[in-house]
Nanobody, 114 residues
Framework: QVQLVESGGGLVQAGGSLRLSCAAS????????MGWYRQGPGKQRDMVAT???????NYADSVKGRFTISRDNTKNMVYLQMNSLKPEDTATYYC????????WGQGTQVTVSS
């Protein structure tokens, strides 16, 4: 059974940093795209960042230059370093992994206070 478990969320002041981690189990995702989505209060769920098996990355315009996605295939993990956080980054952040389908984690809450 595939599981994606996020950690690292929390409450931080604007301008601060957080690092999210996602541990995958039940399948080796080294050859697959992994990434992060987020859903803010009253908003739709949107892509934040993705990373391919070849470590090509893609970012939402709103986080470019502030967030960095990375992965460790030896640990089957993906990370999201978030710097210069803004109140509008407040959301539940979800880890994803894509094969013939998209797997989702349960989410971790990030709250940025002004």
């Amino acid at each position: 059974q595939v599981q994606l478990v996020e950690s690292g969320g929390g409450l931080v002041q604007a301008g601060g940093s957080l690092r999210l981690s996602c541990a995958a189990s039940g399948r080796d995702f080294r050859d697959n795209v992994m990434g992060w989505y987020r859903q803010g209060p009253g908003k739709q769920r949107d892509m934040v960042a993705t990373i391919t098996s070849g470590t090509n990355t893609n970012y939402a315009d709103s986080v470019k230059g502030r967030f960095t996605i990375s992965r460790d295939n030896t640990k089957n993990m993906v990370y999201l370093q978030m710097n210069s956080l803004k109140p509008e980054d407040t959301a539940t952040y979800y880890c994803i992994a894509e094969t013939h389908r998209r797997y989702w984690g349960q989410g971790t809450q990030v709250t940025v206070s002004s």
